[in-house]
Every structure is written in C-alpha cells, then in structure tokens.
C-alpha cells in the first residue's frame, strides 16, 4: 500500500472550500497567544509531556477546525501535522462565548 503524503496548507484549503469559507467546517486561520515559553500541538485533547508534537511561539499563524472541540482544545494544523491546542492561548477565535 502506497504512504499517504501530507497536505499543506494549500491543499487543505482547497479540500475544506478554503480558509476564509463562512462553514465553521472549514479551517480557520489564528495566531498563538501566549506570555511566555510556547503553545504546544498536542496528539490528544489534554495537557501531558509525552502528547507533545509541535511548539508554537507567540504570533505563530496556523489553523483550526472550530467546530471539532474537546474540552478547552480545538483540533488544529501547523507545518504538516495535526492535533489539539488549548483554546486558551488562540488570537482570533471564540469558544464558550469568550473571544480569545
């Protein structure tokens, strides 16, 4: 069986209907927004060391999928991989009534 190779930002948005469709099925671009040290990408929908994949800095520009939430995190997608943010440190997005 052939290995399925990643998306990039570009083919997602074309698979979604684009980053700026008004269906909250689709991506949306965000920035993290966090004081110090990074907002991790995380393979599952909670805080542990070892479900760790990817570190965001302040300001860094990546996507969501507002509609697929758990808890406090929102499944994302930054530089080719895929997983879980904490809402809490998100510019640009409002979950549970608050703009974050």
Partial sequence: MAEMKKLDDLDLGKVSG??????????????ANVDKDYLALRSAPAYDSRN???????????????????GDYVYAYFNGDEGWVNSKYIKGFTMHGEAY
Avoid: C, H, M, Y
Wanted: proline content about 3%; overall charge neutral; glycine content about 6%.
């Fill in 52 to 70: 760790e994949i990817s570190r965001l800095v302040s300001g860094t520009a990546f996507q969501i999928l507002p509609d697929k939430k758990d």
């Fill in 18 to 31: 684009g980053v700026n469709s008004a269906s909250d099925t689709s991506w949306k671009w965000v920035t």
